[in-house]
Every structure is written in C-alpha cells, then in structure tokens.
C-alpha cells in the first residue's frame, strides 16, 4: 500500500470519527419548545352556569273557592292570551250575583234622596260586583300566549288557593306557591348565572353573549346582560352575583330547565401581536416571557393587554415572530401548535437553530 493510499484512508477515517462524534453530540443536545408571536385577535370572556327559564311566567288560581268543573289544558299545550284554561262549577255563584242583582236594581228604583236610600244604594252596588267578581272567579284565563307547564288539580277536585287571573305570580316569575296552572312565555328564555365578584365587575347591561347547553351539543343560543343583581349571594365564602342573560335567538330545541354556560365578551383586540397565554409568567406584579434569539434564553419584561383563555395581547416588549420558551410547568396542548393555533406539534430547537 502507497503512502498516499495511507494517508487518505488516514483522512477518510478521522473524518468519519468526527462525523460520529458531531452527531453524538447534536443527539445529545437538550431540545427547547419554542412558542411564536404572531398577529390575530384575543377575546376575554367570563362564565358562569345556570338553568333556562321564561321571563313571563305565572302561577294562576282561581278567585274564588269552589269545585273544580272542567279543565281545558295539559302540560304542554300551546295557549293565546285569554283561553280558557280551567272552570269550576259556578251554579251557586250564579245564584247569589242573581240575587245580588235584584237588590241592586230595588235600590236603585227607590232612589238616593236620603242618606238612609243613599247608603241601601251604596250597599246593594257593591254587594252586587262582589257576586259578579266571585264569578269571573270560577274560570281560569291565560294571562299571555305562552306553554301550559303544569296543571295542579283535577275535575271534580277542589279549585286550591284563590289569586285571581293574576295568580299568585307576576311578570318575569312565578310565586313561592304553585298555582292551579302553570303557564310560561316560551319565546322569552333567559338564564341567570352567578359570576364572582372579581368577574361581575366586567360585566355591564347589554353586553352580547353566547350561550351552550350540556344536553345539546353544537347549539348555541344569543343573549344580552339585562340585569345585575346589586347584592351578592355567599355560599361557602364564595361571593357572586346574580346576572340575567335574555336570550336574543332561542333555537327551537331549547327546553325549559336545560342546563345551560353562558360566556360574556368583556374584551377585545383585534390586528395585534398575541402569544399563548401559558407563555406568560408574573412575578413581583410583572409580566414576562423568554424570549429564545440566537441560541439564547432571556427573561424579557412585556406589557399585557387582553388576556384570553387561549392567547393573550402583547403591547410591548415582544414582535410578531419573536420566539419564545415557554415555563417548564405549562402543559403541552394535544392536537394544538404550542402558538395557540390549529396545526402540527412545536417547533423544536436543537443547538440554538430551528
């Protein structure tokens, strides 16, 4: 073997060995999980639970005492203002605004001249309406077009409290007793959620929100804040406060009762530079990320904006593009790019190069 012959074999050995040891090394190396900046829109919302309920809805009784005759409803059933939804057996009320009747008109044929004909007149008069209210009393009228929700009673059973057409609810609830019958505004839905005391303050009448139900996947309802309630309810050291969401869209399979997830937009930001809110670490009242450049890690103090679930508004400290590293304790999010948006796994450094 020639000499040259040696030395390239020499040549081409120490360079393979140096191959192998640069990939030794290059797997070796740690890899870093790197997050981008990039430009879109941060939305903040709050939250809170509750049930679906109507904004009209009413306890009816009868006004007046007595047998149950007819009932012309069931739960369910679709009524317009003013049907009849339930009679009693009116014959001894007839009677006595009969009688009642005769004395009135006797009354008033024999005058008002003196005070002792005035006050027989006044006496006779009202005894009179008294009898023709006891039977209005006997029937049972829907106060507004709405769904019967339920019936408390049969035929042939007693007519329960009194209370009138009003029953012994008005508008936007029912009463703390059940009527004889039920009736709710079904087009008129609204939820009533409790949101923490640090959440309430975002919140303002006629903000838009979104509302899901657990029962009925991929349906969404529109509201708007109508009311917040000025008194907060404790339970278990918690502080909240009621909040009304009126529904604006009620889709046609909501029902009464379903449990319902309201979310409130209470910020946005639109065309601005937004990272992954799991990058942001505060410490000592300061925000701040690490920012990953050249190879090297550095601690990088940033002004928020609008904080999201998801991404979060960056005013400054940090560019479209910068990379960043995220804290070693923020979880990786399955089936989501570590920059917050749809796509493949996260960009992986080795060596200070992507």
Request: glycine letters at 14%; hydrophobic letters at 40%.
């Amino acid at each position: 073997m020639t000499n040259g012959v040696l030395a390239v074999l020499l040549l081409g050995g120490a360079t393979f060995a140096y191959a192998q040891l640069g990939t030794g090394r290059a797997a070796g190396e740690t890899a870093v999980r790197t997050v981008t900046a990039a430009r879109g829109t941060v939305i903040a919302t709050v939250s809170a639970s509750g049930a679906v309920e109507s904004a009209r809805s009413r306890a009816l009784a009868f006004g007046t005492q007595g047998t149950v005759d007819r009932i012309y409803v069931k739960p369910g059933d679709k009524v317009k203002k003013g049907h009849i939804l339930a009679r009693l057996d009116d014959a001894a009320a007839r009677e006595s605004q009969a009688a009642a009747l005769a004395t009135y008109e006797e009354a008033r044929a024999e005058g008002t001249s003196t005070a002792r004909l005035y006050a027989a007149y006044v006496k006779a008069r009202n005894a009179y309406r008294a009898a023709a209210r006891t039977v209005a009393g006997t029937v049972l009228k829907a106060p507004f077009a709405g769904t019967v929700t339920a019936v408390n009673g049969t035929a042939g059973g007693p007519s329960g409290g009194t209370g009138g057409s009003g029953g012994t609810g008005g508008t936007g609830g029912t009463g703390g007793s059940a009527g004889f019958v039920e009736v709710a505004d079904t087009g008129r839905l609204r939820l009533v959620g409790s949101f923490t005391e640090s959440d309430v303050g975002k919140l303002k009448v006629g903000q838009e929100a979104a509302v899901t139900f657990d029962a009925l996947p991929g349906v969404t309802a529109t509201g708007e804040v109508t009311q917040i309630q000025p008194v907060a309810v404790t339970s278990q050291n918690v502080v909240q406060y009621p909040v009304t969401i009126s529904f604006t869209t009620v889709p046609e399979q909501v029902r009464l009762g379903q449990t319902s997830t309201v979310a409130v937009e209470v910020g946005r930001a639109e065309d601005v530079v937004t990272v992954p809110s799991a990058a942001i670490s505060t410490s000592g009242g300061q925000d701040a990320v690490t920012v990953l450049k050249d190879g090297r890690q550095t601690r990088t103090v940033v002004e928020v904006g609008v904080r999201g679930t998801a991404t979060t508004e960056i005013r400054s400290g940090v560019s479209e593009g910068d990379r960043l590293v995220p804290p070693a304790t923020a979880p990786a999010q399955s089936g989501r790019r570590q920059d917050g948006f749809p796509g493949g796994g996260p960009a992986v450094l080795r060596g200070g190069t992507r």
